[in-house]
């Protein structure tokens, strides 16, 4: 299979997690979007949204191409379902999804790469504006992470003791709140779970820096 991303986008990072959990291998194919590339052919030829990442199945596999993050990780859980990114139980994977679109669904959306431009291209918003627009929305994001995981009981990661797709999306989060110079002060459980993430494999070599276009 292909995967179609960018090294510093979030929702990218996240399936790259993903597919190393399921220890799959993945042809990276980079897509630049800093510099406009998900607009243009080849990639906008093959993606309807314009968007990273993109998953591309191999002939053998039907050619299916899917996109969306979450959509992917919750596809490769589904046809490769072990090691699980859901609890196998309704309300840990209940838990798991409501912890996951905290990031994915009210921190992501208006903090991502287009929006950031607008503020600036269209809205006239001046360099420090526009950060502390970034920061803002993390760290409300990131509270309602941390008491979200007050109310379950404590494991290594997010929740319980395996990673699941919300490491997935909680890890690059984090990576994307520290080069803004977000505060994740008093976020004990979120940056413990963070810490935990970061020393396994999977999410290691899924890091940006070791993306073959980090350096493009």
């Avoid at 179609?4 to 996240?14: C, G, L, M």
């Avoid at 002939?59 to 969306?68: F, L």
């Avoid at 919750?74 to 798991?96: F, I, K, N, Q």
Wanted: net charge negative.
């Amino acid at each position: 299979m292909k995967l179609h991303n960018y090294f510093r986008s979030s929702a990218s990072y996240r399936v790259r997690i993903a597919l190393n959990i399921k220890g799959l291998a993945y042809d990276y194919v980079p897509v630049h979007i800093a510099r406009g590339e998900h607009h243009q052919p080849p990639f906008a030829d093959i993606a309807p949204e314009q968007l990273v990442p993109l998953l591309e199945e191999d002939e053998s596999s039907g050619g299916e191409r899917i996109s969306q993050s979450m959509a992917i990780i919750e596809y490769l859980d589904e046809t490769h379902p072990e090691p699980a990114l859901l609890p196998h139980d309704a309300v840990g994977r209940a838990r798991v999804r409501a912890l996951s679109q905290i990031v994915a669904c009210e921190i992501h959306p208006i903090n991502n790469l287009r929006v950031l431009k607008y503020l600036v291209k269209d809205l006239k918003l001046d360099e420090a504006a526009k950060n502390a627009w970034y920061r803002h929305w993390v760290r409300e994001g990131l509270e309602a992470f941390e008491r979200q995981l007050a109310e379950q009981p404590a494991g290594i990661y997010c929740y319980g003791n395996t990673l699941t797709m919300a490491d997935c999306c909680l890890v690059p989060q984090i990576f994307n709140a520290q080069r803004f110079d977000a505060d994740l002060s008093g976020l004990p459980r979120t940056m413990a779970a963070y810490e935990a993430a970061m020393q396994t494999d999977a999410v290691q070599r899924a890091q940006p820096a070791r993306c073959p276009d980090a350096e493009r």
